[in-house]
């Protein structure tokens, strides 16, 4: 049995089209075809279907695809183990967080990091969603979370503060305060829109944190942002409204089979270090606010 041919079963199974199989496992889509008709011959059984939709899994697919699951668990399990006895403070070590806690609250450390620790390669995977810590996408995640996923360890090192914001500009020139910006899935029932600014309007909505403080720092209108990053932009202003508590916090997060390898402890320990520092920062008591 041979775990590399159920790789390309897997990947075809989880993409659809031979094409998305290829990406994921950075190989020709040709290449991805082949192997899954040499595995279907090898056990004498059609595991997908052809549809112009994509490749569909078959009866037998469907079964095969159980058993190639749990090949996939242990032989990830396995890769995990022999990370974790490592005790070498070299190697590549791969961080992932968004890109705004990235650049606001990492990246003016590293050099720090980077000088207590010059052998360890250190990667930083720049992902708003939570790279797959137990297939070793990374390594070590620094991730905003109310609760983060039970099989990974960490502590919550901040809370995290929200404040309203707008630009000077903004506040200036507008006598009522009435234009929001809104995440995509939000409405004006929102509870601070509901509370503070009842007769606003959605002017924009955003999906990511940076396209929504842009918009603040070009004048558009109001936004619920964390204070770590509004905090940082000389031109927005806090609005003196009290918000309900976030249940959010900053985690440093690994996998519980990599508590005991020495260079993720390293990076673990250090990140910790560095987001106690900016407690302040993050729980907004630099603000400079605009009185309502």
Same mark, same amino acid.
């Given at each position: 049995?041979?775990?590399?041919?159920?790789?390309?079963?897997?990947?075809?199974?989880?993409?659809?089209?031979?094409?998305?199989?290829?990406?994921?496992?950075?190989?020709?889509?040709?290449?991805?075809a082949r192997?899954?008709?040499?595995?279907?011959?090898?056990?004498?059984?059609?595991?997908?279907?052809?549809?112009?939709?994509?490749?569909?899994?078959?009866?037998?697919?469907?079964?095969?695809?159980?058993?190639?699951?749990?090949?996939?668990?242990?032989?990830?399990?396995?890769?995990?183990n022999?990370?974790?006895?490592?005790?070498?403070?070299?190697?590549?070590?791969?961080?992932?967080?968004?890109?705004?806690?990235?650049?606001?609250?990492?990246?003016?450390?590293?050099e720090?990091?980077?000088?207590?620790y010059?052998?360890?390669?250190?990667?930083?995977?720049?992902?708003?969603?939570?790279?797959?810590?137990?297939?070793?996408?990374?390594?070590?995640?620094l991730?905003?979370?109310?609760?983060?996923?039970?099989?990974?360890?960490?502590?919550?090192?901040?809370?995290?503060?929200?404040?309203?914001?707008?630009?000077?500009?903004?506040?200036?020139?507008?006598?009522?305060? $009435?234009? &929001? +910006?809104l995440?995509? !899935?939000?409405?004006?029932?929102?509870?601070? =829109?509901?509370?503070?600014?009842?007769? /606003? $309007?959605? &002017? +924009?909505?955003?999906? !990511?944190?940076?396209s929504?403080?842009?918009? =603040?720092?070009?004048?558009?209108?109001? /936004?619920?942002?964390?204070?770590?990053?509004?905090?940082?932009?000389?031109?927005l202003?806090?609005?003196?409204?009290?918000?309900?508590?976030?249940?959010?916090?900053i985690?440093?997060?690994?996998?519980?089979?990599?508590?005991?390898?020495?260079?993720?402890?390293?990076?673990?320990e250090?990140?910790?270090?560095i987001?106690?520092?900016?407690?302040?920062?993050?729980?907004?008591?630099?603000?400079?606010?605009?009185?309502?």
């Amino acid at each position: 049995m041979n775990w590399d041919d159920y790789r390309f079963f897997l990947a075809l199974a989880r993409a659809g089209t031979v094409s998305g199989a290829g990406r994921q496992l950075d190989v020709k889509h040709t290449t991805v075809a082949r192997r899954i008709n040499a595995l279907e011959k090898r056990i004498g059984a059609r595991l997908f279907d052809h549809l112009s939709a994509g490749y569909v899994m078959t009866s037998a697919g469907k079964s095969l695809h159980q058993h190639a699951l749990l090949m996939e668990e242990q032989a990830q399990a396995i890769d995990r183990n022999l990370f974790g006895i490592d005790n070498q403070l070299t190697g590549p070590l791969a961080l992932t967080a968004a890109h705004d806690v990235l650049t606001a609250l990492v990246v003016p450390f590293l050099e720090d990091f980077k000088h207590a620790y010059p052998k360890i390669d250190l990667q930083l995977l720049d992902s708003a969603s939570l790279k797959d810590l137990s297939a070793r996408q990374a390594d070590i995640a620094l991730r905003v979370t109310p609760n983060p996923p039970d099989y990974l360890i960490g502590r919550k090192i901040v809370p995290l503060t929200l404040g309203v914001y707008a630009s000077r500009r903004y506040l200036e020139t507008h006598d009522k305060l $009435e234009q &929001v +910006i809104l995440w995509s !899935s939000e409405d004006t029932s929102t509870q601070w =829109v509901k509370t503070y600014f009842p007769s /606003a $309007e959605v &002017v +924009i909505r955003g999906d !990511s944190m940076p396209s929504i403080i842009s918009c =603040v720092t070009n004048h558009l209108g109001l /936004a619920r942002i964390p204070c770590f990053l509004a905090d940082t932009k000389p031109d927005l202003l806090r609005i003196d409204v009290e918000l309900t508590p976030s249940e959010w916090g900053i985690w440093v997060l690994s996998h519980v089979d990599l508590r005991s390898t020495a260079k993720v402890r390293a990076c673990r320990e250090f990140l910790g270090s560095i987001i106690e520092q900016q407690r302040e920062l993050i729980s907004g008591a630099h603000s400079q606010y605009w009185r309502v």
